[in-house]
């Protein structure tokens, strides 16, 4: 009798420590033994379960079903399944738990939360989709400027120019969306170490904006930096804080139109410098705001292509500027103009 005692006290510690839900139940159907975490699934405490029929636990049919044919045929199932419609996913596996004379005396059904994997894995197929539609893209052009070259354009040097100057273009793109791409993973998988230190923000959009001087002088727009007197030094990797500031002065100049004005403001806050970089310019539907910092996500696809995008730009602003425990914002009016922000640890 101890020996039982003892047994099903250690059954209970080990199902009490799972992670997955356990379910066990009598040939009736009705359940003998469950966890907490099984309990959390079905929203009862306290041994709530006990003594349920599995059929009227289970909203939709299917679990209750396949431990019907457990207990009746003694085999062992496995189904996926969300449960209470809920968004969670679980792999649900039922199994017979069988009698000295294998004689058949109920089923366990363990429920492991898949949720994440399955997440992850259509995230994972959604990412390889747009980056090969996005090398498909530059490199289909390519191929058709170089195969109408090599029909005969290229005995007309105007037109072999033109071809040339667009296939430059497109290698271009090419190889800037695959050097976004390494900085993004290297960044997400952590490879990239981040070394952050005391950087001047007020220097670095200095030479951010000496960089980009030539697009800002070929539209004419009006670039002002507003600071107070004796901005704190932020807690920034250098290198990586010049990409976010390059990437949010890009977008600003590439969505202005010319004559436009852009402003870039930088503010304490807090233990917090934000830095915003307001533009005149086209604006961003409300609709469309939440995505801009996804990967891929542009407004205007056709657009956002004529001018060399890759859509990655922004994506990575997020990463860098979270990977500083900072924040990132946006505000934006159709036609009117767009407000990028990004807060950085003030030292
Ligand atoms: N200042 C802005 N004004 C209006 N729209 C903007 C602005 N900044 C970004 N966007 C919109 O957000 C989209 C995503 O921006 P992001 O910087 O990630 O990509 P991109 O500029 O298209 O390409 P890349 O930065 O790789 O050259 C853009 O395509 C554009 O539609
Ligand atoms: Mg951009």
Request: proline residues 3%; negative net charge; aromatic residues 6%.
């Amino acid at each position: 009798m101890l020996s039982v005692t003892r047994e099903y006290r250690q059954m209970q510690a080990i199902m009490s420590s799972m992670i997955d839900g356990v379910i066990i139940c009598d040939l009736h159907g009705e359940v003998a033994l469950s966890n907490q975490a099984a309990e959390n699934l079905f929203l009862v405490r306290d041994g709530g379960l006990l003594g349920k029929r599995i059929t009227d636990l289970m909203a939709d049919d299917e679990i209750g079903m396949m431990i019907q044919e457990v207990l009746l045929k003694g085999n062992e199932v496995f189904s996926e399944t969300t449960l209470h419609s809920s968004t969670q996913v679980y792999r649900v596996h039922v199994a017979a738990i069988k009698g000295e004379n294998k004689d058949i005396e109920g089923a366990v059904a363990v429920f492991h939360d898949v949720t994440d994997a399955r997440n992850f894995a259509q995230m994972r197929s959604d990412f390889v989709g747009n980056v090969s539609h996005e090398l498909r893209t530059p490199l289909t052009s390519i191929k058709g400027f170089v195969e109408t070259l090599l029909d005969g354009a290229m005995e007309n040097s105007a037109i072999c120019r033109r071809f040339l100057s667009i296939i430059d273009s497109e290698t271009d793109r090419l190889s800037r969306l695959i050097e976004d791409l390494l900085t993004l993973s290297s960044i997400e998988s952590k490879e990239r170490i981040v070394h952050p230190q005391p950087v001047c923000i007020i220097r670095s959009m200095r030479g951010v904006m000496n960089m980009l001087g030539p697009q800002i002088s070929d539209k004419k727009l009006h670039v002002e930096f507003v600071y107070p007197d004796g901005l704190s030094l932020v807690l920034a990797d250098e290198d990586l804080l010049g990409q976010v500031l390059i990437n949010l002065l890009d977008n600003a100049i590439k969505y202005t139109p010319p004559g436009g004005s852009i402003f870039v403001r930088s503010r304490m806050r807090d233990s917090r410098v934000i830095t915003t970089i307001s533009d005149t310019g086209v604006g961003i539907p409300p609709d469309s705001l939440p995505r801009v910092f996804e990967r891929f996500y542009r407004v205007d696809k056709a657009r956002s292509r004529n001018q060399g995008g890759t859509g990655l730009g922004l994506s990575i602003v997020k990463h860098i500027v979270e990977s500083h425990g900072g924040e990132v914002f946006v505000e934006s009016e159709i036609g009117k103009g767009s407000t990028f922000g990004v807060s950085f640890l003030a030292v």
